[in-house]
């Protein structure tokens, strides 16, 4: 017995030194050391050689055991070993392990294998009728198999962040290699910049296969894409280069030795753009294809202001349909560069009506766009209005500012509205200074005040707009639109562009809406002048452009019925959907 269990150590030892992941091979005269080829008989051999010998050390270990606890377990695993089901999984299992060291495929291929899981639940649930569905929707439930994903996740994160295959440069630089899955569904979302004959990543765009691998870091420098140098190349020959390659992508880097963490629980700011964007027509913009363009109105969704110069963000609407954000310009860029505009209109009057940059001075003009003397302008300039979601209480209705030129039509609208639904809508009542009529009642047609008190509340900006008629103040308080408000009721004002800015400043969080003029104006029956209806449209059209960035509506009073029901549906709309207002008016 002693001789066996010394044989039984010796085949173990001897076990242990051939590790079970060594590959077996053959070599035959005219192959070479570096052409190897798998002996499957040998392998076989070697496999159940290595399964008796541990079945023979385990004997020889159940006689010095005393207890009769341990001497079962190993009996148990004795038999297991003996099953042939043990058996064909232990072959399969080490002719997979030796195949993909063969293959050299140690790398993983996701770090996200627990968000796949997610995405494949998600689609079972349209398949919930079959039986295999619900199994397999149910195997992924198993806490097992998730807790072995994140596991999964969390070791494959931390090869691939490690998966630089670093090496150094004869510079001296450490490069690593980056593999990416370039997709025609998701791009790949970088931006490049030439620094001397350096190519260097200058953006990470959200939503892209780069941002959402975390491989590519802004300031790595691209030595290498597929195998193909690309140090010496301008960023258009990289651009057609990345253009013409799909699916896997190799990059060899030289990672930025001061690479910033990006802010990727930035929060998120919404700001409504106050000016239209055409990245066509821009002549800064880092990359036409990732621009967003916008008009005025539209509300954007900023995740990133990491670029000062170029945020990222989605138009609002598109950020569950585009994968990729877009490029908009900063605020505080967009200012600067508007202003160096207005500045070079007024000192080259030779120069009007034509393009106000040009391509010769190209590099000129942007080292102007930071010059302070260009300043002046800045406050005057519209780019973008910090705005926040809003819902009116139902006991406290918005005011309903109806705005346009004389003639558009906005007064008769307000009154079809006051006879329409006289317990819904009503009009502030004015104030003035002048003596009650035998008739009026103070509070029905106007609230009567004296001179000192009309004056007082017109220095503490009570009133929305105020004027003289006849030595007589008069006059819409804030108070009356209020008194309207706390009573339930829909506030309805006709007012002068000068008076908006008043109106969104105070708390009363209106909603205005601008009646444009039509084409084809008619009064009594019979159309107007040609010139008339020209200087109407003319000026409908300055005053859109001024004041355009306070408007919540526009509506063309082209039929009154029409334009009635137009009214009642924005505003029956404020009752049942959420709007975009300025953040001061929530905070």
Same mark, same amino acid.
């Given at each position: 017995?002693?001789?066996?269990?010394?044989?039984?150590?010796?085949?173990?030892?001897?076990?242990?030194?051939?590790?079970?992941?060594?590959?077996?091979?053959?070599?035959?005269?005219?192959?070479?050391?570096?052409?190897?080829?798998?002996?499957?008989?040998?392998?076989?051999?070697?496999?159940?050689?290595?399964?008796?010998?541990?079945?023979?050390?385990?004997?020889?270990?159940?006689?010095?055991?005393?207890?009769?606890?341990?001497?079962?377990?190993?009996?148990?695993?004795?038999?297991?070993?003996?099953?042939?089901?043990?058996?064909?999984?232990?072959?399969?299992?080490?002719?997979?392990?030796?195949?993909?060291?063969?293959?050299?495929?140690?790398?993983?291929?996701?770090?996200?294998?627990?968000?796949?899981?997610?995405?494949?639940?998600?689609?079972?649930?349209?398949?919930?009728?079959?039986?295999?569905?619900?199994?397999?929707?149910?195997?992924?439930?198993?806490?097992?198999?998730?807790?072995?994903?994140?596991?999964?996740?969390?070791?494959?994160?931390?090869?691939?962040?490690?998966?630089?295959?670093?090496?150094?440069?004869?510079?001296?630089?450490?490069?690593?290699?980056?593999?990416?899955?370039?997709?025609?569904?998701?791009?790949?979302?970088?931006?490049?910049?030439?620094?001397?004959?350096?190519?260097?990543?200058?953006?990470?765009?959200?939503?892209?296969?780069?941002?959402?691998?975390?491989?590519?870091?802004?300031?790595?420098?691209?030595?290498?894409?597929?195998?193909?140098?690309?140090?010496?190349?301008?960023?258009?020959?990289?651009?057609?280069?990345?253009?013409?390659?799909?699916?896997?992508?190799?990059?060899?880097?030289?990672?930025?030795?001061?690479?910033?963490?990006?802010?990727?629980?930035?929060?998120?700011?919404?700001?409504?753009?106050?000016?239209?964007?055409? %990245?066509?027509?821009?002549?800064?913009?880092?990359?036409?294809?990732?621009?967003?363009?916008?008009?005025?109105?539209?509300?954007?969704?900023?995740?990133?202001?990491?670029?000062?110069?170029?945020?990222?963000?989605?138009?609002?609407?598109?950020?569950?349909?585009?994968?990729?954000?877009?490029?908009?310009?900063?605020?505080?860029?967009?200012?600067?560069?508007?202003?160096?505009?207005?500045?070079?209109?007024?000192?080259?009057?030779?120069?009007?009506?034509?393009?106000?940059?040009?391509?010769?001075?190209?590099?000129?003009?942007?080292?102007?766009?930071?010059?302070?003397?260009?300043?002046?302008?800045?406050?005057?300039?519209?780019?973008?209005?910090?705005?926040?979601?809003?819902?009116?209480?139902?006991?406290?209705?918005?005011?309903?500012?109806?705005?346009?030129?004389?003639?558009?039509?906005?007064?008769?609208?307000?009154?079809?509205?006051?006879?329409?639904?006289?317990?819904?809508?009503?009009?502030?009542?004015?104030?003035?200074?002048?003596?009650?009529?035998?008739?009026?009642?103070?509070?029905?047609?106007?609230?009567?005040?004296?001179?000192?008190?009309?004056?007082?509340?017109?220095?503490?900006?009570?009133?929305?707009?105020?004027?003289?008629?006849?030595?007589?103040?008069?006059?819409?308080?804030?108070?009356?639109?209020?008194?309207?408000?706390?009573?339930?009721?829909?506030?309805?004002?006709?007012?002068?562009?000068?008076?908006?800015?008043?109106?969104?400043?105070?708390?009363?969080? %209106?909603?205005?809406?601008?009646?444009?003029?039509?084409?084809?104006?008619?009064?009594?029956?019979?159309?107007?002048?040609?010139?008339?209806?020209?200087?109407?449209?003319?000026?409908?059209?300055?005053?859109?452009?001024?004041?355009?960035?306070?408007?919540?509506?526009?509506?063309?009073?082209?039929?009154?019925?029409?334009?009635?029901?137009?009214?009642?549906?924005?505003?029956?709309?404020?009752?049942?959907?959420?709007?975009?207002?300025?953040?001061?008016?929530?905070?």
């Amino acid at each position: 017995m002693r001789k066996r269990e010394e044989e039984s150590c010796e085949q173990l030892q001897g076990a242990s030194l051939d590790s079970p992941l060594c590959l077996s091979l053959t070599q035959s005269s005219n192959e070479g050391i570096d052409n190897p080829t798998f002996d499957a008989m040998d392998f076989e051999k070697e496999t159940k050689t290595e399964l008796e010998d541990l079945l023979l050390s385990l004997e020889g270990l159940k006689v010095h055991l005393d207890d009769i606890e341990s001497q079962e377990d190993v009996q148990l695993l004795v038999e297991l070993l003996l099953q042939s089901d043990f058996q064909k999984v232990f072959f399969m299992h080490r002719s997979v392990a030796l195949t993909m060291r063969h293959l050299h495929l140690s790398h993983p291929l996701t770090a996200h294998a627990l968000q796949l899981r997610d995405e494949v639940e998600n689609v079972l649930q349209s398949y919930s009728k079959y039986t295999e569905a619900t199994d397999l929707t149910d195997l992924l439930s198993s806490p097992h198999l998730q807790a072995l994903m994140e596991a999964h996740d969390c070791i494959a994160q931390q090869k691939l962040n490690m998966d630089s295959t670093e090496t150094m440069e004869p510079c001296g630089k450490t490069t690593k290699l980056v593999c990416l899955e370039k997709t025609r569904d998701v791009p790949l979302g970088v931006t490049v910049r030439n620094h001397h004959d350096c190519v260097i990543i200058s953006r990470v765009v959200r939503g892209g296969t780069a941002e959402k691998s975390g491989l590519l870091s802004e300031g790595d420098e691209i030595l290498q894409i597929n195998g193909v140098v690309v140090r010496g190349r301008s960023v258009n020959d990289v651009h057609n280069i990345l253009s013409s390659m799909h699916g896997p992508l190799t990059f060899l880097l030289i990672p930025n030795s001061q690479n910033k963490m990006s802010s990727q629980r930035q929060t998120l700011m919404h700001v409504k753009a106050n000016f239209n964007y055409e %990245p066509s027509d821009d002549p800064y913009v880092p990359c036409r294809e990732l621009a967003l363009s916008f008009c005025k109105g539209d509300v954007l969704h900023v995740i990133s202001q990491d670029d000062p110069n170029w945020w990222q963000a989605y138009r609002d609407g598109d950020e569950n349909q585009k994968p990729l954000a877009g490029l908009i310009p900063g605020k505080s860029f967009q200012q600067h560069r508007e202003s160096m505009k207005k500045t070079i209109t007024d000192q080259n009057q030779e120069h009007k009506g034509k393009h106000w940059y040009s391509k010769k001075n190209k590099k000129q003009q942007i080292k102007r766009l930071h010059d302070p003397n260009v300043a002046q302008h800045i406050d005057d300039i519209l780019t973008y209005e910090e705005v926040a979601l809003y819902h009116q209480p139902s006991d406290r209705k918005r005011p309903i500012v109806l705005i346009g030129q004389p003639n558009s039509g906005q007064d008769g609208l307000r009154q079809r509205l006051l006879s329409l639904e006289p317990s819904r809508f009503t009009s502030a009542v004015p104030h003035t200074t002048r003596t009650p009529r035998l008739y009026e009642v103070s509070g029905r047609e106007y609230n009567f005040v004296s001179r000192e008190s009309f004056e007082s509340d017109l220095a503490s900006g009570k009133f929305i707009e105020s004027g003289e008629f006849e030595r007589n103040l008069y006059g819409t308080n804030t108070d009356s639109v209020k008194q309207i408000i706390n009573s339930g009721k829909i506030c309805l004002l006709c007012l002068q562009p000068k008076s908006l800015q008043v109106v969104r400043s105070s708390d009363l969080k %209106p909603y205005i809406i601008f009646i444009r003029p039509p084409v084809l104006l008619t009064k009594g029956g019979k159309k107007h002048k040609v010139e008339d209806t020209s200087e109407l449209l003319k000026n409908a059209c300055e005053m859109e452009q001024s004041y355009g960035h306070l408007f919540d509506a526009v509506i063309t009073n082209s039929n009154v019925n029409k334009s009635v029901f137009e009214l009642m549906k924005l505003i029956n709309r404020l009752d049942t959907e959420p709007q975009w207002v300025p953040l001061s008016w929530v905070c």
